[in-house]
């Protein structure tokens, strides 16, 4: 149940994709790349309901999780392209009752804000206001680990409460206006009612989702990994809600549409470009234990090459396993998306990659 195509040339990633299934147990997913503003990869296959085996067909949407945060960086450096706000500029100067002293919005976009949980809790999840409310006020957390350190859900409320000060819309709404609609693309912050049907349900493979002991001042459990959270993913209520971070729904077309779109300076300028993927900060993620950098908002190269193999990859990937970004140097923009979340390491998208590499 594969369907697509490659430009010639590009038959080793189709060769991949179908290893995915073949071999590495995929469930369902889709796999895009543009070069120099063509589509040269457009595949997609498998199950996109497993209760009703729902075939994966080229409108299905999927949940990219953190991916959404490539796309709401751009929302931001689109608003530094316009003169509106600036990286240097302390976060509180847009958000007067945020009061974490004198953190950057820069250091926000490069997970330095030590807020990369929440102290009240999240019963409030999908309430953007609350959750906004509680991080305006939380103390940063004083742990050196904590200086430099993932915010999976956090960054999103810190970053779409700054679009919403500076501009008036919503990250999602945003996004939409300034992006999606102009580059006519299948990507959401926060999925309108009516497209819910494209949704692809999620699923989560064996040792994903699990209970984390907080044993120490930096372990936090994350409210979207934990026993349960499938039901969270694939509600109504969660696909509308917009999480600047996590909430994004997308083709793997559209993703690779997207940094496309970034490489060929038509809505962001490539120097509006460059300042978002110039790196900000690299070191060992405290929980993690492996690298990460930053630039404002971008994921930038690792040993790990969770971008592929290129040394100038940047974009963002997702959890469970989807990857989206761009190799400049190459003129290269792609996306893999998929239903099933996995831990890592994962090698679909980095076989993938690999492949696309080779082509």
Known sequence: MINGWTAPGFEDVAAEFARNFAERGELGAGFAAYRNGELVVDLRGGIADRDTGQ????????????GTKGLATACVLLLVQRGQLSLDDPLRRYWPEFRSGETTVAEVLSHQARLAWVEAGYADLLDHDAMAA????????????AAFMYHPITWGWLVDELIRRVDGRTAGRFFADEFAVP????????????????????????????????????????????????????????RSAG????GGFATARGMARFY????????????????????????????????????????????AAHLGPQADAFGHGGAG????????????????VMNEVRAWPDERALALLAALDRS
Do not use: C
């Not at 075939?55 to 953190?66: A, E, G, N, T, V």
């Not at 999480?243 to 996590?246: C, E, H, K, P």
């Not at 993927?277 to 690792?302: D, H, K, M, N």
């Open 55 to 66: 075939p994966w067909d080229r409108d299905s949407l999927q949940l990219i999780f953190s």
């Open 134 to 145: 509680h991080l305006a006020v939380q103390a940063p957390a004083t742990d050196p680990g």
């Open 183 to 238: 580059l006519d693309l299948d990507v959401w912050i926060g999925l309108p009612n009516e497209l819910h049907g494209r949704a692809t349900t999620m699923v989560a493979a064996d040792g994903v989702l699990v209970d984390v002991p907080e044993t120490d001042s930096l372990l936090r459990p994350n409210p979207l990994l934990v026993p349960g959270a499938e039901k969270i993913w694939n509600s109504p209520e969660y």
């Open 243 to 246: 999480l600047a971070a996590v």
């Open 260 to 303: 496309d779109a970034l490489l060929s300076g038509s809505i962001l300028t490539t120097k509006t470009v460059e300042l978002g993927r110039r790196e900000i900060r690299r070191g060992i993620e405290p929980t993690w234990g492996s690298e990460i950098a930053y630039g404002a908002g971008f994921e930038l190269q690792v040993p």
């Open 321 to 336: 396993g989807s990857r989206h970004g761009a190799w400049p140097a190459r003129g290269i923009a792609f996306s893999y």
